[in-house]
């Protein structure tokens, strides 16, 4: 299956998925609280097929990408007025309706609307604890000190005067980081100088990196700015040479070592492809260990896919993966580590909303549809269990949170309401909270027409067009 048929493939799953728990806690919640539930759809528009059981109609829709449930009552509903006996007819003593969401008190109203956004942080727990428990692979880099293995040319880290054989030992507040630190703290500072402390020689020396905010934000990582981590400690080891290509004409063979490429010594195979791209096609003088014996040799790259539709020097060979870890966590541990990280992830979801406010970010960054479908693609498309649950757990604390921000139509915004009520003690008119709920709607149309165009504008076949 093609990336993109993968990523769209596993988009809509992922999504579907999400929405399905969200829009579940308000049904759940809602029928606790005795609600008639008349809609539970996945997608938006036309309905495309389900089935209608006691008073609920559950179905699929046209548009996919989203969901909702319908209360009766809910957004000015009609809000039937019924007799003592539930007759409509009946000239008797008029009540509301016991299943209009209306009807409810303000309390249980503001339950059934933190529902949604309540699973999703449920979900996100569930899949990492699971995840924990089951089998964590842990770079073991990502934990060490922030040992710099290649700098690479005319980047932000080079520009900065950082090179290869420093350690990092302040980044921004963090003193004596570990690599993911760095990375972290690297992508909620895009485009803002960091103060950063390195030792070379023994001397501490204090630098200031520009991060750059690439025009793709989906991309960046630490080799947007040009900093490779030293993965490990030894040398590249060869796994398997791939036929016909420069190394299997060198004679490379599986269980090589890699010692040194020009002379120098690098300790993963994205230093040494990034060292590639930087000599731009000239020959590589390698010195290799196998066995007792030490060898040189001379190879010519080619400029080839490099297997996520770019292209690059290679010479054609799979190393063995960087050393790691692997956990599995009794369910108390597991369940802490989940609680660590999403509640890490949740404070940086939340620190870059704040920055996009005070304007310390650019709106840009934000990916819609389109970025979540390269994201999930390149997820499930990696080898593993940990890159698919962890993006789904972020992306379930990124819905959880939108969800809760305090604008009318969200979650948030129909509790702040209901806060409102709960203050002054009587309802709002029903008219004016239906014209805050219609501004609302064109906001959140205009917001997602602006992240779909920039989700579009990112695609590499608009970049070539850009001078």
């Known amino acids: 299956m093609s990336f993109v048929a993968t990523s769209i493939v596993s988009t809509l799953i992922v999504l579907g998925i999400m929405v399905l728990v969200h829009e579940f806690g308000h049904f759940a919640v809602a029928k606790l609280c005795g609600v008639r539930v008349e809609v539970f759809s996945i997608g938006f528009g036309k309905r495309l097929f389900g089935f209608t059981h006691g008073d609920t109609d559950y179905r699929l829709s046209l548009l996919p ?49 933190a529902a949604g956004p309540f699973s999703n942080f ?10 924990y428990m089951m089998h964590n692979e842990v770079e073991l880099y990502r934990s060490q000190p922030g040992d710099v293995d290649l700098v690479t040319k005319g980047s932000a880290a080079a520009q900065a005067g950082i090179q290869a054989g420093d350690r990092i030992t302040r980044f921004e507040s963090v003193q004596n980081p570990t690599w ?57 080891t060869v796994e398997y040479v791939e036929n016909d290509m420069p190394a299997a004409r060198a004679g490379i063979q599986a269980g090589d070592k890699i010692v040194s490429i ?53 010479i054609g060979f799979k190393p063995q993966e960087p050393p790691f870890q692997v956990q599995q966590m009794p369910l108390p541990a ?16 939340l620190e870059v909303l ?15 549809p389109i970025g ?48 409102i009520e709960e203050l002054i003690r009587r309802d709002l008119n029903q ?22 165009f920039n989700d579009i504008s990112k695609l590499s076949l608009f970049s070539k067009l850009k001078p």
């Not at 019924?82 to 509301?96: E, F, K, R, W, Y």
């Not at 994205?270 to 390698?286: E, I, K």
């Not at 890490?344 to 979801?349: D, P």
């Open 372 to 419: 979540i479908a390269r994201e999930t693609g390149s997820a499930v498309s990696q080898p593993g269990w940990q890159p698919i649950i962890g993006l789904m757990a972020i992306i379930s604390l990124n819905l959880g949170i939108f969800n809760l921000l305090p604008i009318p139509i969200l979650d948030g915004g129909v509790i702040l309401l209901l806060l």
């Open 354 to 368: 704040r920055r996009m406010l005070t304007r310390h970010m650019a709106i840009q960054n934000l990916s819609g």
């Open 262 to 314: 020009d002379g120098r010594e690098l300790h993963s195979v994205v230093a040494f492809a990034r060292f590639l791209q930087d000599q731009d096609g000239q020959p590589a003088h390698l010195t290799i260990q196998r066995g007792n014996q030490t060898l040189q040799k001379t190879i010519q790259p080619v400029l080839t896919d490099v297997g996520d539709g770019t292209r690059g020097y290679r």
């Open 122 to 131: 449920m979900l996100a727990l569930f899949l990492m604890t699971g995840f």
């Open 180 to 236: 993911e630190q760095i990375s972290l703290r690297s992508a909620i500072n895009m485009g803002q100088p960091v103060a950063v402390t390195v030792e070379r020689n023994g001397k501490s020396i204090p630098l200031t990196l520009n991060i750059r905010n690439p025009r793709n934000s989906d991309d960046f990582d630490l080799e947007t700015l040009g900093l490779i981590p030293k993965m490990q400690p030894t040398p590249v």
């Open 431 to 452: 008219r004016f909270k239906e014209r805050i709920y219609q501004a609302a709607f064109v906001g959140l149309l205009i917001f997602f027409a602006f992240v779909m």
């Open 334 to 349: 597991a369940l802490r580590q989940s609680v660590k990280f999403n509640a890490k992830n949740s404070s940086l979801i």
């Open 65 to 113: 990408l989203g969901g909702y449930v319908k209360m009766a009552g809910e957004l000015g509903g009609d809000g039937m007025m019924l007799d003592a006996t539930g007759n409509p007819d009946s000239p008797g003593v008029m009540t509301q309706d016991p299943g209009d969401l209306n009807s409810k008190p303000r309390w249980q109203r503001i339950l059934i609307a």
